[in-house]
């Protein structure tokens, strides 16, 4: 597939995993927290599968809980499982790493491009506002918008934040491209809400939906220009550098 169709008033963009280095800041912070429990035997990405689990569960649930409490929550009862305790300062690690996790190389220089292109940038993200601001402050700029779970009230996939985010941006679903990294978060949504979707596929290991593809597909976010320059949305000077 590709995209096509009337160019958008706002780009919404995923945030960790798709503009913030989000695998390669978690791994790091709970390595952290096992050396702290003098546990390096314990395979980090072991830890972050159980953490996973418990997050994804907590965010589902309903009233909505912030996502410190749902991260801190998620980590205690990650780190019991593996027989170890947790205690505040473990989630002030995981939170304040959270915040400083950098963005991809090539995310600034293509924000920048596409931003002089006339493009809109919205942030749509699973998080607080807090620990968000962050991650985009060292986006230069580029970042019209941020719209997160804790505004919401809702976490990804569901259409309550998504909604939220529109309204909030004053446009229809048909007036917006969004790009993501998540096939569970952000492309469920693009599946059952119907908007326009590039899958940033980072060769993490995540598969797409079995029953939904979506526009395009890149590897990293420097492709985006090329795509937009074939849907007729720049012109193609704008891509050279």
């Given at each position: 597939?590709?995209l096509?169709?009337?160019?958008?008033?706002?780009?919404?963009?995923?945030?960790?995993?798709?503009?913030?280095?989000?695998?390669?800041?978690?791994?790091?912070?709970?390595?952290?927290?096992?050396?702290?429990?003098?546990?390096?035997?314990?395979?980090?990405?072991?830890?972050?599968?159980?953490?996973?689990?418990?997050?994804?569960?907590?965010?589902?649930?309903?009233?909505?809980?912030?996502?410190?409490?749902?991260?801190?929550?998620?980590?205690?009862?990650?780190?019991?499982?593996?027989?170890?305790?947790?205690?505040?300062?473990?989630?002030?690690?995981?939170?304040?790493?959270?915040?400083?996790?950098?963005?991809?190389?090539?995310?600034?220089?293509?924000?920048?491009?596409?931003?002089?292109?006339?493009?809109?940038?919205?942030?749509?993200?699973?998080?607080?506002?807090?620990?968000?601001?962050?991650?985009?402050?060292?986006?230069?700029?580029?970042?019209?918008?941020?719209?997160t779970?804790?505004?919401?009230?809702?976490?990804?996939?569901?259409?309550?934040?998504?909604a939220?985010?529109?309204?909030?941006?004053?446009?229809?679903?048909?007036?917006?491209?969004?790009?993501?990294?998540?096939?569970?978060?952000?492309?469920?949504?693009?599946?059952d809400?119907?908007?326009?979707?590039?899958?940033?596929?980072?060769?993490?290991?995540?598969?797409?939906?079995?029953?939904?593809?979506?526009?395009?597909?890149?590897?990293?976010?420097?492709?985006?220009?090329?795509?937009?320059?074939?849907?007729?949305?720049?012109?193609?000077?704008?891509?050279?550098?």
């Amino acid at each position: 597939m590709a995209l096509a169709g009337p160019k958008p008033l706002w780009l919404t963009f995923d945030c960790y995993g798709t503009l913030i280095q989000w695998d390669e800041g978690l791994v790091a912070a709970v390595d952290t927290i096992l050396a702290h429990h003098g546990q390096r035997a314990i395979d980090p990405h072991r830890l972050l599968a159980v953490f996973d689990r418990h997050e994804h569960a907590l965010k589902s649930a309903r009233p909505h809980r912030s996502f410190r409490d749902v991260a801190g929550t998620a980590l205690q009862r990650a780190l019991e499982e593996l027989g170890l305790p947790c205690g505040a300062s473990d989630v002030d690690v995981l939170t304040s790493r959270i915040a400083q996790m950098p963005p991809f190389p090539e995310v600034v220089p293509t924000l920048t491009l596409l931003q002089a292109a006339g493009f809109k940038h919205c942030i749509i993200s699973n998080t607080d506002d807090a620990i968000i601001a962050g991650n985009v402050a060292q986006l230069a700029g580029t970042i019209d918008q941020v719209v997160t779970a804790e505004q919401a009230q809702a976490y990804k996939p569901s259409r309550t934040i998504f909604a939220h985010a529109h309204r909030v941006l004053g446009v229809a679903v048909a007036e917006v491209v969004h790009i993501c990294a998540s096939p569970l978060l952000d492309l469920t949504a693009a599946r059952d809400l119907g908007f326009r979707c590039v899958w940033i596929n980072r060769g993490t290991g995540r598969a797409p939906l079995p029953d939904y593809t979506p526009e395009a597909a890149l590897p990293t976010l420097a492709e985006l220009p090329r795509v937009f320059q074939a849907a007729g949305w720049m012109e193609e000077r704008t891509g050279k550098g």
